[in-house]
């Protein structure tokens, strides 16, 4: 069955990096894109980034762009959100999501159980 696990969450300080994993497994990796979505201590889900199914497109919300950084090696069935210059803002449970298709779209069919990312002094 479809599969999909998080690592990399942790406590940082205002201005430190974080590197978040999504190892997938049971279905074509290669063929889907993915996304990063968080969601903040008492708000709804919020669309992070995303990327197409061979890499080459990447998109990401306003609130992280210029600081966040998404990549996948197919080879390795893995999607990575490097997160730089992180912010208080950012403390969030970070999901990842698996598209429905090859190209981004707002239909995602399988989630990860996330990981806690805290941004504290």
């Known amino acids: 069955q479809v599969q999909l696990v998080e690592s990399g969450g942790d406590l940082a300080q205002p201005g430190g990096s974080l590197r978040l994993s999504c190892a997938a497994s049971?279905?074509?990796?290669?063929?889907?894109?993915m996304n990063w979505v968080r969601q903040a201590p008492g708000k709804g889900l919020e669309w992070v980034s995303g990327i197409y199914s061979d890499g080459r497109d990447t998109y990401y919300a306003d609130s992280v762009k210029g600081r966040f950084t998404i990549s996948r090696d197919n080879a390795k069935n893995t999607v990575y959100l490097q997160m730089n210059n992180l912010k208080p803002e950012d403390t969030a449970l970070y999901y990842c999501a698996k598209d429905s298709r090859a190209h981004m779209t707002t239909s995602y069919d399988y989630w990860g159980q996330g990981t806690q990312v805290t941004v504290s002094s």
């Open positions: 049971g279905f074509t990796f290669s063929t889907y894109a």
